[in-house]
């Protein structure tokens, strides 16, 4: 009875979150815009369900977008938890991580962690994120000297996409 609760719930869980969707991210500034992403489950209770960008950050020249449906982004790894041990160092590359795979299904974009730069320069730091996700309370929209940052969420369908816009 035990396992086919378990299972149950995992596949409740599966359901919820299938994937939180796309990241968007939109740099209309001149300046160069790198980030470390997290992404998490917010239906578990605890801070350890969470992906969190290792290496390296993620650059969004000035001027330019990208957009990640999952975390296999060539050439980067990730911090993973599922529970209260330390996290494990994953490559973009591993199922789990793929569109569809378990940690994958399971998890949404939550936060970002920013800082610009222009021509190398390091200038002002800052996060944005999901106002929810109390394991890390950020703001949805930051003010910096170079620019603004908002994180926002717009629901299509089955698919929720997450944007990062810089302005």
């Given at each position: 009875?035990?396992?086919?609760?378990?299972?149950?719930?995992?596949?409740?869980?599966?359901?919820?979150?299938?994937?939180?969707?796309?990241?968007?991210?939109?740099?209309?500034?001149?300046?160069?815009?790198?980030?470390?992403?997290?992404?998490?489950?917010?239906?578990?209770?605890?801070?350890?369900?969470?992906?969190?960008?290792?290496?390296?950050?993620?650059?969004?020249?000035?001027?330019?977008?990208?957009?990640?449906?999952?975390?296999?982004?060539?050439?980067?790894?990730?911090?993973?938890?599922?529970?209260?041990?330390?996290?494990?160092?994953?490559?973009?590359?591993?199922?789990?991580?793929?569109?569809?795979?378990?940690?994958?299904?399971?998890?949404?974009?939550?936060?970002?962690?920013?800082?610009?730069?222009?021509?190398?320069?390091?200038?002002?730091?800052?996060?944005?994120?999901?106002?929810?996700?109390?394991?890390?309370?950020?703001?949805?929209?930051?003010?910096?000297?170079q620019a603004s940052v908002e994180w926002f969420?717009?629901?299509s369908g089955s698919t929720t996409y997450t944007?990062?816009?810089?302005?």
């Amino acid at each position: 009875m035990k396992k086919y609760l378990t299972m149950i719930g995992l596949v409740s869980l599966s359901f919820a979150y299938a994937q939180g969707g796309p990241l968007v991210i939109n740099n209309y500034t001149s300046y160069d815009f790198h980030t470390r992403v997290t992404a998490a489950n917010l239906a578990t209770p605890g801070c350890y369900f969470y992906v969190a960008l290792d290496n390296p950050e993620l650059v969004i020249p000035g001027g330019g977008s990208a957009t990640y449906n999952s975390y296999n982004i060539p050439g980067t790894s990730w911090k993973v938890s599922t529970s209260p041990s330390p996290a494990t160092l994953r490559l973009g590359s591993h199922p789990s991580l793929a569109l569809g795979g378990a940690i994958s299904n399971n998890t949404k974009w939550v936060v970002s962690q920013f800082q610009f730069y222009q021509s190398g320069t390091p200038l002002s730091v800052g996060a944005v994120g999901d106002t929810s996700y109390t394991c890390e309370p950020v703001p949805n929209i930051f003010i910096t000297p170079q620019a603004s940052v908002e994180w926002f969420t717009v629901t299509s369908g089955s698919t929720t996409y997450t944007y990062l816009q810089i302005y």
